[in-house]
Nanobody, 125 residues
Framework: QVQLVESGGGLVQAGGSLKLSCAAS????????MAWFRQASGKEREFVAA????????YYAGSVNGRFTISRDNAKNTVYLQMNNLRPEDTAVYYC??????????????????WGQGTQVTVSS
């Protein structure tokens, strides 16, 4: 089992920045690919970004590419999502996820094994 706890969400104006963190505990964190998903009110949960277990590869949804950066620190069992130039359409609950049999291009949420409880990000215009 892997337990994931997100933090860092909040309210920010359009054009601003936020950095989300996801702390993992339980089984060996470093063997899992990690990803961020988000779910806006009334919409399905969608893929945002992923990073490989060895930090060698990252992958982003087109809507955030160039604005968001995913990173991880295996020594701290933590994955991050730096979000810059935020837009109102980025408003959502953001979830981190861990998967052992996924690659960084795996965007299907059902492929991920563990999920956090989510953190709310609200971007005002």
């Amino acid at each position: 089992q892997v337990q994931l706890v997100e933090s860092g969400g909040g309210l920010v104006q359009a054009g601003g920045s936020l950095k989300l963190s996801c702390a993992a505990s339980g089984r060996t964190f470093s063997v899992y690919a990690m990803a961020w998903f988000r779910q806006a009110s009334g919409k399905e949960r969608e893929f945002v970004a992923a990073i490989s277990w060895n930090v060698g590869s990252t992958y982003y949804a087109g809507s955030v590419n160039g604005r968001f950066t995913i990173s991880r620190d295996n020594a701290k069992n933590t994955v991050y999502l730096q979000m810059n130039n935020l837009r109102p359409e980025d408003t959502a609950v953001y979830y981190c996820a861990a998967g052992q049999r996924v690659t960084v291009t795996t965007t299907r949420r059902g492929a991920y094994d563990y999920w956090g409880q989510g953190t709310q990000v609200t971007v005002s215009s």
